[in-house]
């Protein structure tokens, strides 16, 4: 006899991937609005915060960039990108991530410090000059890394799993974001230029 909760679960396991089919966008938004604070909040504990401590405006921004901003651009993006090259083999997938490191990739960057500036409610000036200082150096690592988990999206999974595939990918990118977005650039006093 299985348990009713067990069934309940199965029920709404059921009810969750065929909702999520119908409806792909809507669950790249939910797992955005689920991923990004969770990373803001790994990287609060990763700064030695406590649970008291966490600041939760701040993981409150990163659900609701994530949801309701990247998850559309990125759904947007992934359909494109389908549209344009709809095989699913290794060269595709490599043209599609170098694609993307040259046009979304830097629109992204910029787009993350920009809407999480604003969202902090920064004044438009101190919303570029912080784009300005943390967007490049954010775009450096993103092209180290991301060409590879975007060769292997592209070219191996299917396309209604590959909002998800990258939103598991993004949860560590997503907390190197959230440091990104909290580190303040400090100057050398000795050297006279910036850390990095």
């Given amino acids: ?49 406590k649970l008291r401590e966490y600041d939760w405006a701040r993981a409150l921004r990163f659900s609701l960039f994530g949801a309701l901003y990247v998850a559309p651009t990125l759904y947007g993006w992934v359909r494109l990108t389908s549209a344009m090259w709809p095989q699913t083999n290794l060269r595709s997938g490599i043209i599609k991530a170098i694609t993307e490191q040259l046009s979304y990739g830097p629109f992204a960057c910029v787009s993350f410090f920009m809407g999480m500036s604003l969202l902090e409610l920064k004044t438009f000036s101190q919303a570029v000059e912080e784009t300005k200082e943390k967007a490049v ?17 592209f070219s191996l999974v299917p396309e209604h799993n590959r909002v998800v595939f990258v939103s598991i990918c ?27």
């Fill in 170 to 196: 993004s949860l560590m990118w997503t907390i190197f974001l959230a440091y990104m977005k909290t580190r303040h650039e400090e100057q050398s006093d000795s050297a006279g230029l910036p850390c990095t």
């Fill in 137 to 153: 150096p954010t775009y450096k690592v993103g092209v180290c890394i991301w060409p590879i988990l975007q060769t292997i999206n």
């Fill in 1 to 49: 006899m299985v348990p009713p909760a067990v069934k309940l679960l199965q029920s709404s396991l059921a009810q969750w991937r065929r909702g999520s089919k119908l409806h792909p966008m809507a669950k790249g938004a939910l797992t955005y609005a689920v991923m990004w604070p969770t990373g803001s909040l790994i990287q609060q504990a990763m700064e030695g915060r």
